[in-house]
């Protein structure tokens, strides 16, 4: 079983709608949760982190955490065509570790 | 312009000719490390540093080495590469890790070992 697992997709939005990401870890020990987004040949970018069960909001973009249930997603509102890319679900578990899954690729039709 | 700088950004190498990639960071961050990303598997961590002179194995150490003199620097050294060391390689730093601390991360450096 991998350790932070994501939907690799591809999976397709038209513009305007809602973008839903979704990741499952396996150490309960995690502390940290990030979500990063990778377009084609550059480096990974932060978009938002996440320690605490529930929601946070940062623009069109909110992660939710629910610890109980292993489970972190990324809800991207009003998407663009720019949020295409792949997000990657990245964990620091209790090894101290940064743990990434291997991404979803998302496109975002205009 | 806080930054993390690898180089080279791109290399073609022959197998078992040892070849050092270089990471820098002008952040003074504590934590360093070594991810490798091939095609479906996502960014996999080869090593990484908690602070200067403490390095420990990732996921995927088998052929890398690293060292850590000093706190900005965390070269990635392959002795003798092969075909299988073919992939896109990514140096990132953060100022610890816990809880909320980002990691940066360089340019990639894409390495060919024919």
């Known amino acids: 079983q991998k350790e932070v697992e994501q939907n690799s997709g591809p999976l397709s939005v038209p513009e305007g709608a809602i973008a839903s990401l979704n990741c499952t870890y396996s150490d309960r020990g995690s502390q940290s949760f990030f979500w990063y987004r990778q377009y084609s040949g550059k480096s990974p970018e932060l978009i938002m982190f996440i320690y605490s069960n529930g929601d946070k909001e940062d623009g069109r973009f909110t992660a939710q955490l629910n610890k109980a249930s292993q489970y972190v997603s990324l809800l991207i509102r009003d998407s663009q065509p720019s949020d295409s890319a792949t997000y990657l679900c990245a964990v620091t578990g209790s090894a101290r570790q940064l743990t990434f899954g291997s991404g979803t690729q998302l496109t975002v039709l205009p | 312009e806080a930054q993390v700088t690898q180089n080279p950004r791109y290399l073609i190498t022959v197998t078992g000719k040892k070849l050092t990639v270089t990471c820098s960071q002008n952040?003074?961050?504590?934590?360093m490390s070594w991810y490798r990303q091939d095609p479906g598997l996502g960014l996999r961590q080869i090593y990484y540093?908690?602070?200067?002179?403490?390095?420990d194995k990732g996921d995927v150490p088998e052929g890398y080495k690293v060292s850590r003199k000093e706190k900005r620097n965390f070269p990635l050294i392959l002795e003798s590469p092969s075909p299988n060391q073919t992939s896109l390689y990514f140096c990132?730093?953060?100022?610890?890790?816990?809880?909320?601390?980002?990691?940066?991360f360089g340019q990639g450096t894409r390495l060919t070992v024919v």
């Open positions: 540093s908690m602070n200067v002179e403490v390095t």
């Open positions: 990132a730093s953060s100022l610890r890790i816990g809880i909320g601390t980002e990691a940066f």
């Open positions: 952040m003074n961050h504590e934590y």
